[in-house]
């Protein structure tokens, strides 16, 4: 199985800040790397695909980048909606497996 | 535009089995590819398996096999979920969700918390 790891778990930022998330996989997978948004109570929200591609919709602060082992998403300037948990997750092979989460709290 | 709505919380005991359902609606039911994802309360994402409705295939996690199903009936355009020989580790909002071009989680349910408790 490929494990995800995602660092750091969790952060504090303020409005305005720049955030970024970091995932590294246990073996390459190209570009397969998906980005979702989680809010308290409610279902995952795509964000980005094929590590740089923004899903429709999606804001352009929000971008991704990396290839094979390493990626990171990136928050350009951090908005009140934008308090939440991010999860990177791979689709390279299955079992599919996600990044343990990184929490973004409001400093 | 996919529109997954799951059916509503349950409680059971341990040792029983749950059933959750997704109804979809909008795309073609019969090229889906739904997955199961779970989340224990206060932890991360966990993809339990998914179906490829259009060859019938379905595919589950080390950790779920042999407890779990996955099933579609393409005649009601609703996913089902089974799983047996519940413990209280099973407590968790169960989560489907359908492949679209971009991820295989591009549409999502709203949830279904499971409590499993005697």
């Known amino acids: 199985d490929i494990q995800m790891t995602q660092s750091p778990s969790s952060l504090s930022a303020s409005v305005g800040d720049r955030v970024t998330i970091t995932c590294r996989a246990s073996?390459?997978?190209?570009?397969?790397l998906n980005w979702y948004q989680q809010k308290p109570g409610k279902a995952p929200k795509p964000l980005i695909y094929?590590?740089?591609s923004l899903q429709s919709g999606v804001p352009s602060k929000f971008s991704g980048s990396g290839s094979g082992t390493d990626f990171t998403l990136t928050i350009s300037s951090l908005q009140p909606e934008d308090f939440a948990t991010y999860y990177c997750?791979?689709?390279?092979?299955?079992?599919?497996?996600f990044g343990g989460g990184t929490k973004v709290e409001i400093k | 535009q996919v529109q997954l709505v799951q059916s509503g919380a349950e409680v059971k005991k341990p040792g029983s089995s749950v059933k959750v359902s997704c109804k979809a609606s909008?795309?073609?039911?019969?090229?889906?590819?739904i997955s199961w994802v779970r989340q224990v309360p206060g932890q991360g994402l966990e993809w339990m398996g998914r179906?490829?409705?259009?060859?019938?295939?379905?595919n589950y996690t080390q950790k779920f096999q042999g407890r779990v199903t996955i099933t579609a009936d393409k005649s009601t355009t609703t996913a089902y979920m089974e799983l047996r020989s519940l413990r209280s580790e099973d407590t968790a909002v169960y989560y489907c969700?359908?492949?679209?071009?971009?991820?295989?989680?591009?549409?999502w349910g709203q949830g279904t918390l499971v409590t499993v408790s005697s």
């Open positions: 969700a359908a492949e679209g071009y971009n991820s295989p989680f591009d549409y």
């Open positions: 909008g795309g073609t039911f019969s090229s889906y590819t």
């Open positions: 179906i490829i409705s259009l060859l019938g295939i379905t």
């Open positions: 073996q390459s997978i190209a570009n397969y």
């Open positions: 094929a590590a740089s």
């Open positions: 997750q791979q689709s390279f092979s299955t079992p599919l497996t």
